[in-house]
T-cell receptor
């Protein structure tokens, strides 16, 4: 069974630009979560989607947005990039349904560098 | 609110030494607790988990027991190997519906472990 796929793996953008990151969950998983990892703030929750609906959102400005498609693939977008947005962005997928234990399978991440 | 505090690193050990990484939490309700491991250049891998008080999670020689009375979930391994060198994260999920999704994970700051041969 293929794992969580994130594309691209590395990205360099200029301040003020926007960026879109993609996450393909494990086949059959309907939930996708996004996290930002930085040396200063550690791992911080961005948002979680389930069946195309945002279920939970972290404390990030409105420049950070996401969506989930009918095939469970998810994208996150960051507009008007700032230097502080440089981070590793991790996506996790999890199974859902009655009796399923909560367990997150993380992808390898997208390393975003803003210059 | 929910939060996780884990011991500051880095931790440096010789091969076959005993490992303990402390983790305490603050949570409303009854969270699930996790340990994740991150190898250089990779994402997070679930190491073990516990979903209720007194549960013991174990995997690859690592163990952690969910202690509600002390709000702790310390990670232990009796004999570490060089291949255990990585960053370890303690986390909790605020999810109350266990049959659903992962919920929001709250992570500690991570503990860098280096094991020398």
């Amino acid at each position: 069974k293929a794992g969580v796929t994130q594309t691209p793996r590395y990205l360099i953008k200029t301040r003020g630009q926007q960026v879109t990151l993609s996450c393909s969950p494990i086949s059959g998983h309907r939930s996708v979560s996004w996290y930002q990892q930085t040396p200063g703030q550690g791992l911080q929750f961005l948002f979680e989607y389930f069946s195309e609906t945002q279920r939970n959102k972290g404390n990030f400005p409105g420049r950070f947005s996401g969506r989930q498609f009918s095939n469970s693939r998810s994208e996150m977008n960051v507009s008007t990039l700032e230097l502080g947005d440089s981070a590793l962005y991790l996506c996790a997928s999890s199974a859902s349904g009655p009796g399923g234990e909560p367990r997150g399978y993380f992808g390898p991440g997208t390393r975003l560098t803003v210059t | 609110g929910n939060s996780v505090t884990q011991m500051e690193g880095p931790v440096t050990l010789s091969e076959e030494a005993f490992l303990t990484i402390n983790c305490t939490y603050t949570a409303t309700g009854y969270p699930s607790l996790f340990w994740y491991v991150q190898y250089p250049g990779e994402g997070l891998q679930l190491l073990l988990k516990a979903t209720k008080a007194d549960d013991k999670g174990s995997n690859k020689g690592f163990e952690a027991t969910y202690r509600k009375e002390t709000t702790s979930f310390h990670l232990e391994k009796g004999s570490v190997q060089v291949s255990d060198s990585a960053v370890y994260f303690c986390a909790l999920s605020d999810l109350t519906d266990r049959g659903s999704t992962l919920g929001r994970l709250y992570f500690g700051r991570g503990t860098q472990l280096t094991v020398w041969p």
